[in-house]
């Protein structure tokens, strides 16, 4: 791991997170009787744990308004979820105002272009290793793992490594 990377992260104090394509595998899940289903990773979750017992904040920001991923951040106990965000940026300095918090101690992890508003913004900006935009957009960090399987885990796995 690079010192840079290191260093960004050793600042996070919030770690943000888009939804569809980050914790899951973006595609959309349907049942015979039309239900939409998703599927998290377990890695994920267990990251959220990882940084909320060294003191690191959670919060979700999506664009999608699904109460799956209402339910999956209830069950996280993560307090602070935004769905349905049309403006992205303006939806976290909203939490970071309230929290105190500067952009250059928020870390972010998205995948495609509704996220750039905050990836050009936040302190350590990173992409899921199967993100569209990966080759339009240089992020901090790209993660070796794919949205669905461990990418927001990843990310939180180098904050806590850099804060040693």
């Not at 991923?69 to 976290?92: C, F, M, P, Q, T």
């Not at 970071?96 to 900006?125: H, M, P, Q, T, W």
Request: with cysteine.
């Amino acid at each position: 791991m690079n010192n840079t990377i290191l260093s960004k992260a050793k600042r996070v104090k919030i770690a943000v997170t888009d939804i569809d394509g980050v914790w899951t595998d973006s595609c959309i899940y349907y049942s015979s009787q039309g239900e939409e289903m998703k599927k998290f990773s377990v890695y994920d979750g267990m990251g959220v744990e990882i940084l909320r017992n060294h003191n690191i904040e959670t919060a979700i920001i999506t664009s999608e308004n699904s109460a799956i991923v209402s339910r999956r951040a209830e069950k996280l106990k993560i307090k602070d979820v935004i769905l349905g965000s049309k403006n992205k940026i303006n939806d976290l300095e909203q939490i970071l105002k309230l929290k105190k918090i500067d952009l250059d101690e928020v870390a972010y992890i998205g995948d495609d272009v509704n996220d750039i508003s905050v990836l050009e913004r936040v302190g350590f900006s990173v992409l899921a290793s199967n993100s569209p935009i990966r080759d339009s957009f240089q992020a901090d960090y790209i993660t070796g793992r794919c949205g669905g399987q461990g990418a927001f885990r990843e990310m939180a796995d180098i904050i806590i490594q850099a804060k040693k």
